[in-house]
């Protein structure tokens, strides 16, 4: 029974430990914040018996220059006039010291609690970091392994789940002038198929709200979509990085997580990534194009070629 009790305690002492852990920058944060504001209150308290203690010195003082004065100098000489008037000065110091010493301590609490806060969330943001580094790397050079063996066809077959459909349509014969059906092969694509980073450019936005860039005419949404990709290709050679989220922003999708870390860097001489910010509307994206232009689709499909990490990359 006891070795039941002991070890359901451990377990939870355990858990609550893990806990406490996982969530220590949250803790300390708002014990430093507390800590300041409360630092603060007390030293502004404080504040108002100054008056009393500068009050007390000012008159020891006065007490101590009119005995100087009035006394001869061999019952009170000057020495001992310079002897109490240290000694006041010290004790008026200490008592400074004793009002406003809870104040700082918290302050100094405060400040030591934020940075240690900050000092772990940095240690795991680096750790993210290099995780999401090593499998990018590992991915790119799985795909590199693909795309030697059996060719670029099969990588986009296999990253963006192409599946082969067969379709029946009709065309008009050049030489006859008469309709004939034709059966042609062709790859289905979707948004849940393509990278984390696809959006779906139409009139609901991902977080189900109104794009207020979605206009009723195909043509419009294309001049949009293109002139917003040039816009964000000038932002990036002239910043020299450019965040997922703010192309995000720029089509008026909803940020992500990711989109503050991944995105693109730019360097004329030592390239890192493309270089330049592709929406994917040519690249991997010809079906859903051709048909958006036609009238087929409501919906335009944009994929972004984004380099990684770039809080590692720049």
């Not at 000694?87 to 010291?97: I, S």
């Not at 984390?196 to 709200?209: H, I, P, S, V």
């Not at 794009?211 to 009723?216: G, S």
């Amino acid at each position: 029974m006891k070795t039941k009790m002991l070890s359901a305690i451990t377990k939870a002492l355990g858990k609550t430990s893990f806990k406490m852990k996982k969530h220590s920058p949250e803790i300390l944060t708002v014990a430093g914040v507390v800590c300041t504001a409360a630092g603060t209150i007390m030293a502004c308290k404080a504040t108002l018996k100054v008056d009393t203690i500068l009050d007390e010195h000012k008159d020891t003082v006065e007490k101590i220059h009119k005995c100087e004065e009035e006394k001869t100098t061999e019952v009170y000489s000057q020495e001992d006039a310079k002897k109490d008037l240290t000694t006041t000065y010290v004790q008026t110091g200490v008592k400074f010291v004793k009002l406003y010493a809870p104040s700082v301590a918290l302050c100094v609490l405060g400040v030591t609690s934020l940075l240690t806060s900050n000092h772990i969330l940095r240690k795991r943001n680096l750790a993210l970091a290099a995780a999401y580094t090593t499998i990018d790397t590992a991915f790119k050079e799985y795909r590199g392994r693909v795309v030697e063996r059996f060719g670029d066809t099969v990588d986009r077959e296999l990253r963006y789940n192409l599946k082969a459909e067969k379709i029946e349509e009709q065309e008009i014969d050049e030489e006859t002038g008469k309709k004939k059906k034709v059966k042609k092969d062709i790859h289905t694509i979707s948004s849940k198929d393509v990278s984390g980073y696809a959006r779906l450019f139409e009139q609901y936005n991902d977080a189900g709200e109104i794009n207020p860039n979605w206009e009723t005419t195909p043509e419009y949404n294309l001049m949009f979509i293109k002139a917003q990709e040039r816009y964000v290709n000038d932002l990036l050679v002239a910043k020299g990085r450019v965040f997922l989220n703010e192309v995000y922003k720029c089509l008026g999708f909803s940020e992500t997580k990711e989109g503050q870390i991944v995105g693109w860097v730019y360097d004329e001489k030592n390239p890192v990534g493309d270089n330049y910010i592709d929406f994917g509307l040519y690249r991997n994206n010809d079906i859903y194009y051709m048909d958006y232009e036609k009238g087929k689709e409501h919906t335009i499909l944009l994929d972004f070629n984004v380099d990684g990490n770039i809080w590692e990359l720049m």
